[in-house]
């Protein structure tokens, strides 16, 4: 049975930022506070624990003043720098620059909506760390929109300014903008932004063909990754054979039978060597 590793697999440059930060600091000091799980991979976040890295919530907040704490890749909103500012809270900022610039451009398109009434609109998990930070630049008012579908909250005699949480599907996000426009009133000042982040889109068309060509697929993903929810769904469409784990346990045997070539990909948060030991477990298996 031949088992292929998808070469184009593991972390996005967001993730390597953020775990490179931690890391540099737990091998000086032992130990360094995160503002919840750094990627959502459990198995990524066991190794960081296992080297000092603590996770936190933000109620812990006011018992670590003078220490350091990273703010992952997701990034925060406003209300964070504030609190680590007056508690003396040396923070570790790994926000994914493509969320950064996210963060931004809401903010702004906040200040610009408040004078005629406008309505901030995003498309995206309800509660996802990115969605809370990108809120966050909008006092909390922005109108979260989960599905393509979901417009019964939008007011359309108001202007909207739309962005999307920068994980989410391009496909389902242009579909939600088509549902929008075909409500319109004529003369309605709408805008959306292309907000999706490249590296995510084009691993759906990348991890097609790789999809394609292997009998049974493996994607490798934590339960909590959006990013890894949807690029598993969309390797499904493709190849049904596709089963989601988080470790080598959940390999089941009968998933191979009459298999000759295993496929192993993983979201943008799955560490290269998960996937690696996970391949290191077919082998056996074989």
């Not at 493509?98 to 901030?120: H, S």
């Not at 202007?159 to 599907?169: D, G, N």
Request: net charge negative; proline share 4%.
């Amino acid at each position: 049975m031949e088992i292929r590793i998808d070469e184009q697999a593991g972390y996005c440059f967001g993730v390597v930022k953020a775990i490179g930060a931690a890391e540099e600091v737990l091998s000086q000091e032992g130990t360094l506070y995160c503002l919840g799980d750094i990627v959502h991979n459990s198995a990524e976040v066991e190794r960081l624990k296992s080297k000092g890295l603590r996770v936190i919530d933000h109620s812990m907040l006011p018992s670590l003043a003078g220490s350091k704490v990273l703010i992952r890749a997701h990034g925060e909103p406003p209300e964070t720098y504030r609190t680590a500012e007056r508690l003396g809270i040396n923070l570790i900022d790994a926000t994914c620059p493509i969320v950064l610039a996210l963060q931004q451009r809401i903010r702004k398109g906040y200040d610009e909506m408040q004078p005629v009434n406008g309505q901030i609109v995003i498309f995206g998990k309800p509660g996802h760390a990115e969605v809370v930070g990108l809120t966050g630049q909008t006092g909390g008012t922005a109108l979260i929109v989960s599905h393509p579908e979901d417009i019964a909250a939008i007011d359309f005699s108001r202007p909207i300014r739309l962005y999307s949480q920068t994980t989410k599907s391009r496909e389902e996000y242009r579909q939600l903008i088509g549902n929008i426009e075909a409500r319109l009133p004529e003369g309605a000042d709408f805008v959306a932004y292309d907000t999706v982040c490249n590296r995510v889109a084009n691993r759906a068309r990348e991890l097609e063909t790789f999809a394609r060509s292997v009998d049974v697929l493996l994607f490798v993903a934590g339960s909590n990754s959006s990013n890894g929810r949807y690029l598993y769904e969309y390797c499904r469409k493709v190849q049904p054979a596709t089963h989601l784990i988080a470790s080598p346990d959940d390999l089941q045997v009968e998933w191979f039978r009459g298999a000759n070539s295993v496929g192993i990909s993983g979201a943008t948060s799955t560490p290269r060597w998960l996937m690696e030991e996970i391949g290191f477990r077919l082998k056996v298996i074989g």
